[in-house]
């Protein structure tokens, strides 16, 4: 073993020393003093004022026009990729509406996780603290789409998939270690990584009863925007990121009398796991497309709306696994496989490409021209090969 090697494995000895006595703190004096935040932020004027102006701004990677002073603020910041769980006892998740993109697909046992991409939509005013959650693991697929969002992106979860050391070897498979990725990847010494276990109360608390319900400690973990961009920026991370970032094409939205009549869409992960199965109904009026998970309304509990997005990507991907004792998965990324894309009442039967972990995938057509997306929202779904979607015109 050579002397870098060394080095670097004593560095991450450190990192998950250092996680796990933070990790094994916070559970034995965690729940005695936690605090429940009120949801309503009467405190702070900056959150509840609209912007006014002209709505000229692009944004890079929703396709959104915003307001100058939007944008004024969204480039002296970082996109935050943050991990939300999708169990169904996590639900009703807080902030999916505010995230210019969602990715979801399996962590384990044919429960789906979700990764938010928060940028110009938050910039929005809101009144809720700690608007995020609840937040989970790291997992290494997630960390290839992270990695499209320019020079080291803001990544936000509760520690993630690692080593796992037992009688002195590893127990969980190379290719599913999301924490030593995320040391090889830079992002440790660029501190771009934003472990919960390495932030403060101010960045991310455990609510046990913020639903109403109370729930179990794996379900609690919230963490707010706003506390931390701050954090980015106390540690240098703002502007600059952008010139690595490729930006999807976008386009206006079709009109009323040239929208399609593809009315719905729905999918499982895994067969048999009806608790994760997705619909998504499409709204004419709205030109949206409304989801329901597990056979229910999925509902955003900052406002209590139904999640609703303005375009809807199917992405299909082989799922490799599980891998080890530990039932990690492994989804094949990078390179090329087909898609659906649902925009406008239609769909498009296309493909996808992603030549390497720092590129952007592209999603192109049937005659192979990159599609462009609506202005909004943006969920991809990644589903494993050969599953099938449901799908037709009223």
Avoid at 27 to 43: C, R, W
Avoid at 200 to 212: F, L, V
Wanted: proline fraction near 4%; hydrophobic fraction near 30%.
């Amino acid at each position: 073993m050579n002397k870098k090697t060394k080095l670097i494995l004593i560095g991450l000895g450190v990192y998950f020393l250092t996680t796990g006595v933070t990790f094994g703190l916070f559970s034995k004096f965690g729940q005695a003093s936690t605090i429940v935040t009120p949801v309503v932020n009467e405190t702070d004027p900056a959150q509840q004022q609209a912007f006014q102006g002209p709505k000229t701004e692009v944004c890079p990677i929703n396709g959104v026009k915003y307001t100058k002073e939007q944008r004024k603020i969204w480039e002296d910041r970082r996109p935050l990729l943050v991990m939300i769980e999708n169990h169904e006892e996590s639900r009703p998740q807080s902030g999916l509406s505010r995230a210019d993109v969602v990715y979801e697909a399996v962590a384990e046992g044919g429960i789906t996780r979700l990764m938010g991409v928060y940028y110009c939509e938050a910039t929005e005013p809101y009144q809720r603290e700690y608007d995020l959650g609840p937040v989970r693991s790291a997992r290494t697929y997630f960390l290839d789409w992270a990695s499209e969002y320019g020079d080291y992106p803001l990544y936000v979860h509760v520690g993630g998939a690692h080593c796992s050391l037992e009688g002195g070897r590893c127990t969980t498979d190379p290719r599913a270690q999301a924490l030593e990725q995320i040391g090889q990847y830079g992002w440790l010494d660029q501190r771009n990584d934003m472990n919960q276990f390495a932030l403060s109360y101010q960045q991310c608390r455990r609510e046990p009863e913020r639903t109403g319900v109370a729930k179990a400690t794996e379900h609690t973990m919230y963490c707010d925007t706003t506390n931390l961009w701050e954090e980015a920026k106390d540690r240098g991370l703002t502007e600059g990121w952008e010139e690595d970032f490729v930006s999807w094409e976008f386009k206006d939205e079709a009109k009323p009398d040239q929208r399609g009549n593809v009315d719905e869409l729905s999918f499982d992960f895994w067969e048999g796991y009806s608790a994760y199965q997705v619909t998504w109904q499409y709204s004419q009026e709205s030109n949206s497309y409304r989801r329901y998970n597990g056979g229910e309304v999925h509902e955003e509990f900052l406002t209590g709306d139904q999640v609703e997005s303005k375009v809807v990507v199917v992405q299909f991907a082989e799922e490799i696994g599980p891998v080890d004792k530990h039932k990690h998965l492994v989804y094949e990324t990078i390179g090329s496989g087909d898609a659906l894309i649902f925009q406008d009442g239609e769909v498009i039967e296309g493909s996808w490409q992603k030549d390497s972990r720092q590129n952007r995938t592209i999603f192109y057509d049937d005659a192979g021209g990159e599609v462009k997306f609506n202005r909004g929202q943006i969920w991809i779904e990644v589903l494993p090969l050969g599953n099938q979607v449901d799908y037709e015109a009223s």
